[in-house]
């Protein structure tokens, strides 16, 4: 039996750990200013440079993956972080994100639901006369073998786009959606 859901809390957990990842550690020294003057003063860009940097490769790095779907649909994920660029209160930084070709994969796993008759006449065996579970399994043991099989890889650049307010570095939400989309090789979920 398989544990966790096929759409439910897979992906979602991982991407909202990223995002708050960043959000809580891209935190630099507050800066002293003036009590009756509160100007920002422009940030320390080195220090701002390393503090995106190293934010954004902890959070990559303490992706959790929580069920057999994430292990199969990200285990030839990679991504490759470029430099940083400060700018007053807005940063970018580039990103290399690549995986297999997780669209192509599931499009030929439901061609083979679809063309194969030994497949076709096992889920509905299944669909009759098992549970909603063993009909799940079925199909994702024919998806993960897609997947697994892959040669295809998808490579996607993304630029990460950061604010910073009160001395805290926010990474933008589109940027955080089109991460998210690269780390699926653009398989909507």
């Known amino acids: ?14 991407f909202l750990l990223l995002l708050c990842a960043l959000m809580l550690s891209c935190c630099s020294q ?41 292990e199969h649909l990200l ?16 940063a ?4 290399h994100v690549s995986n297999a070709d997780l669209p192509t994969a599931l499009s030929e796993a ?8 030994d497949i076709i006449s096992s889920l509905g065996e ?11 399994d079925a199909f994702l043991d024919v998806l993960y073998g ?5 040669e295809d ?5 993304v630029t990460l786009r950061y604010t910073k307010r009160e001395n805290e570095w926010t990474l933008d939400e589109s940027s955080l959606e089109q991460f998210v989309a690269a780390a699926y090789a653009g398989l909507e979920y």
């Not at 800066?31 to 860009?45: G, I, K, L, R």
């Not at 970018?92 to 990103?95: D, G, Q, V, Y």
């Not at 439901?110 to 008759?117: A, H, I, K, M």
């Not at 299944?126 to 799940?136: A, K, P, S």
């Open 1 to 14: 039996m398989r544990e966790g859901r096929l759409w439910g809390r897979g992906a979602l957990p991982f």
């Open 30 to 70: 507050p800066q002293s200013q003036p009590e009756e003057h509160p100007v920002e003063e422009p940030p320390s860009t080195e220090e701002d440079e390393k503090a995106i940097l190293e934010a954004t490769e902890e959070a990559i790095a303490g992706i959790e993956v929580e069920t057999e779907l994430e």
């Open 75 to 90: 285990a030839r994920f990679e991504c490759e972080l470029g430099e940083v660029d400060v700018e007053g209160n807005r």
């Open 92 to 95: 970018t930084l580039e990103a």
């Open 110 to 117: 439901l061609g083979e639901f679809s063309d194969n008759e």
């Open 126 to 136: 299944l669909y009759r006369e098992g549970t909603d579970e063993e009909l799940t």
């Open 146 to 150: 897609h997947v697994d099989e892959c």
């Open 153 to 157: 890889v998808v490579e996607t650049d």
